[in-house]
């Protein structure tokens, strides 16, 4: 049981690690899709924005509680392969294609619903939904026992209207970002959570008007066929930038480093910084317009073994000065690249991390 509003912002942290752990794996095998236009793919965006919002809702939890959302701590972006943290079985993560076997066996088992009238379980969990019943649970009894909710948080949340809008299948009304400043608000974001990923029980909406299909409901119609995969390219499994050419490893590390990014934008969101708006758009910028470009750009690359080249998502250490460092990686690889400029530009100017002082 989650005893004290520690053991709560601990597992707060598991479950930002949990939601963050997931994301390369639907990106890895949607990038795989050789059409990006292929419903298959649409899908798996539509997934990774909600995993997204997830996360955002789990670090709101945390700092609504006098919790730190720490993103670059050294341990939050795991390598591939990994496991699913808590989860019972073991799960384990690895970057694979497209297959109707991984949607089946990983992806699916992410998202499974819980059995009906399955109990809260806070560490080792079968699914999602019990784990986040754990800390709703938790979440009410600390409330009722005494002030749990930090005074003045929402400068320390990532909140708004305009800083959320759903991507094609999802539908707005199954929810955003919300600020959580009482039991109340912390009851919806963990609702948002637990039914736009499984649900309910066998129920396959995630929004009162049957607009949305839950991320279970959506991948049970590509494992069944209904949505076919499409044509799917060769990338490797678990790939390793080392084991490129060194051409073909300075354009992957460039794509981890600006994943990597992306915990340097969120890391500044949860502080109480004034343009919030310029860092959101930069957070979407580095996924849209340099991320997706670089790693399309390394699918076209023949390894010469029958494979093609892709991201890895390792960690990159970015080091004191994380502009700096882009920066450099980009100018490398736009002067061996010259079709990659554009991508890179947001990288080499900095406007990448937000604003310039």
């Known amino acids: ?3 004290t509003a520690e053991d709560l912002r601990d597992h707060l942290a598991v479950a930002m690690a949990v939601e963050l752990s997931t994301i390369p794996p639907y990106l890895y095998a949607m990038y795989s899709v050789a059409d990006p236009g292929a ?7 539509s997934i990774v924005a909600e995993e997204m919002l997830h996360l955002a809702l789990a670090a709101n939890l945390l700092a609504a509680i006098g919790g730190r959302p720490d993103f670059l701590r050294a341990d939050l972006q795991p ?11 073991e799960l384990p993560l690895h970057l694979v294609p497209m297959s109707v ?5 990983t992806f699916m088992t992410i998202e499974r619903p819980g059995a009906h009238g399955a109990p809260p379980e806070e560490d080792d969990y079968h699914s999602l939904g019990q784990f986040y019943a754990a800390i709703e649970a938790a979440f009410e009894r600390l409330a009722a026992a005494g002030p749990l909710f930090a005074p003045r948080s929402e400068g320390h949340q990532l909140a708004g209207g305009p800083f959320y809008r759903p991507v094609e299948f999802d539908a707005e009304d199954s929810g955003g970002l919300v600020t959580i400043t009482d039991l109340a608000s912390a009851r919806e974001a963990i609702e948002i959570i637990v039914h736009q990923g499984e649900g309910l029980g066998a129920h396959r909406w995630a929004d ?3 607009q949305e299909l839950t991320h279970y409901a ?10 076919p995969i499409g044509d799917v390219l060769p990338v490797r499994t678990d790939p390793r930038a080392a084991d490129y050419p060194e051409d073909v490893r300075r354009l992957a590390v460039l794509a981890n480093a600006s994943y990597r990014a992306l915990f340097h934008v969120l890391d500044d969101l949860y502080r109480p910084i004034e ?14 317009h340099v991320l997706a470009p670089l790693a399309r750009h390394l699918t076209t690359i023949d390894l010469g073994d029958g494979t093609v080249a892709s991201p890895t998502f390792e960690p990159v250490d970015l080091g004191a000065d994380p502009r700096r460092t882009l920066r450099e990686m980009a100018i490398e690889v736009a002067a061996a690249e010259p079709a990659l400029a554009e991508t890179v530009s947001s990288l080499i100017d900095g406007s990448a991390l937000g604003p310039v002082a």
């Open 1 to 3: 049981m989650i005893r």
């Open 39 to 45: 419903e298959s793919a649409r899908l798996f965006r």
């Open 79 to 89: 390598a591939y392969p990994c496991t699913l943290a808590h989860h019972r079985p």
């Open 101 to 105: 076997e991984a949607v089946r066996s």
């Open 275 to 288: 343009d919030k708006g310029f860092h959101v758009r930069a957070l979407y910028d580095l996924m849209k």
């Open 208 to 210: 009162p008007a049957h």
């Open 218 to 227: 959506k991948l049970r119609r590509i494992a069944d066929g209904t949505v």
